[in-house]
């Protein structure tokens, strides 16, 4: 749908533009079923108030976005300093929106570019796919990064670019490094998804195909999924999983957590529990944060070369706001990182 003025919005409803802003704007002078009929053919339309035009002269605006989801995860910090930097250096703004749980980021986006008229959007973080018709209603160039495969359905893949891990080859890969140590109970913390849409959904993908690989047989007890909750990935959630874990099946020998923000937790729990790491139980992550080399004992996990996916995703948005690039999808390859928490298992 093409975007709507407040003016075809007052037309469309019978009233006139003022009406429309005193409804936009929560005013008490005016008629509540008038503005229920005016809010309701807002949300029919998808009409967003362009705001910003009071700040910007719209058609000099050069303006990005970055929606992220988990902004509180610690993996995305250097990440958008990153972003930052290299939008200043290129002259345009920068728009940091935090994508809540419950929200689409899709919908996010087609309603930031037709408030802010963007130039381009990083998608950074969240779902590992996204509706194709709603990608279509975006008319700027769009860059996934650290979100996998994003896109379902018919779009055309030289319509968006994508930058990130093979989430499920790289935890793949763990599960196998702890089966090469002598592992073969091994538990894992990760995330219930029911519509199988997210990056941790596709980590357990990769814990389930490592089992099979070594004929190992899946079983449930040792499968804790957090709860579904806004900060998904937290510490917080690593300990309450672990206390779970623990309490459904104690004969496991290793745990996998699908961050290294649930691992710190799960390492805690263990400990309150009198279990010594690695030599009772071994535990590896997955992100590769500075953190983890300043814990007893150091975290095993795979690292993704973050910087570096930030520093080209950006470069490469910008590229192709100025013509000088196609879209592009490029898979970086993870680093296992063998700290102190893993040991041969005998």
């Known amino acids: 749908m093409p975007?709507?003025?407040?003016?075809?919005?007052?037309?469309?409803?019978?009233?006139?533009v003022s009406t429309v802003s005193r409804a936009l704007?929560?005013?008490?002078?005016?008629?509540?079923?008038t503005k229920k009929k005016i809010m309701k053919v807002i949300r029919q339309t998808g009409y967003v108030p362009n705001n910003s035009a009071r700040n910007l002269k719209r058609t000099d605006a050069k303006c990005i976005a970055v929606l992220i989801k988990g902004i509180t995860?610690?993996?995305?910090?250097?990440?958008?300093?990153?972003?930052?930097?290299e939008t200043k250096k290129n002259g345009y703004a920068l728009v940091l929106r935090h994508v809540g749980d419950g929200e689409n980021e899709a919908d996010v986006a087609?309603?930031?570019?037709?408030?802010?008229?963007?130039r381009g959007i990083v998608f950074l973080g969240g779902n590992c796919f996204h509706q194709a018709t709603k990608l279509?209603?975006?008319?700027v160039p769009v860059v996934f990064a650290a979100t996998g495969n994003p896109v379902e359905g018919s779009i055309n893949r030289s319509s968006y670019s994508s930058l990130a891990v093979d989430d499920r080859i790289e935890s793949y890969n763990m599960v196998q490094y702890l089966i090469s140590k002598g592992h073969r109970k091994i538990a894992i913390i990760a995330e219930g998804d029911e519509k199988k849409l997210s990056i941790g959904y596709k980590r357990l993908e990769g814990y389930l195909d490592a089992l099979k690989a070594a004929g190992i047989p899946e079983k449930e007890e040792r499968i804790c999924l957090?709860?579904?909750?806004?900060?998904?990935?937290?510490m917080e959630n690593g300990y309450k999983a672990t206390q779970k874990l623990l309490?459904?099946?104690?004969?496991?020998t290793a745990i996998f957590c699908v961050s290294d923000?649930?691992?710190?937790?799960?390492?805690?729990?263990?400990k309150d529990a009198g279990k010594r790491i690695p030599e009772d139980i071994s535990i590896a992550g997955f992100d590769g944060l500075d953190m983890d080399n300043y814990l007893i004992p150091r975290l095993t996990t795979m690292q993704q070369p973050r910087e570096l996916i930030a520093g080209e995703t950006i470069t490469l948005l910008f590229d192709i706001i100025e013509g000088k690039k196609q879209h592009q999808h490029v898979v970086f390859k993870g680093k296992l990182i063998e700290g102190e928490s893993t040991q041969n298992f005998l």
């Open 3 to 16: 975007h709507m003025t407040i003016v075809e919005i007052a037309k469309k409803c019978g009233v006139g």
């Open 25 to 33: 704007n929560d005013h008490d002078d005016i008629n509540p079923e």
């Open 73 to 85: 995860n610690p993996f995305f910090a250097p990440m958008i300093s990153i972003i930052e930097e």
């Open 110 to 118: 087609v309603a930031l570019e037709k408030e802010k008229r963007l």
């Open 136 to 139: 279509k209603k975006l008319s």
């Open 226 to 234: 957090v709860d579904k909750v806004e900060n998904l990935y937290s």
């Open 247 to 252: 309490d459904k099946d104690d004969e496991f």
């Open 261 to 270: 923000s649930l691992a710190l937790g799960a390492m805690r729990a263990l």
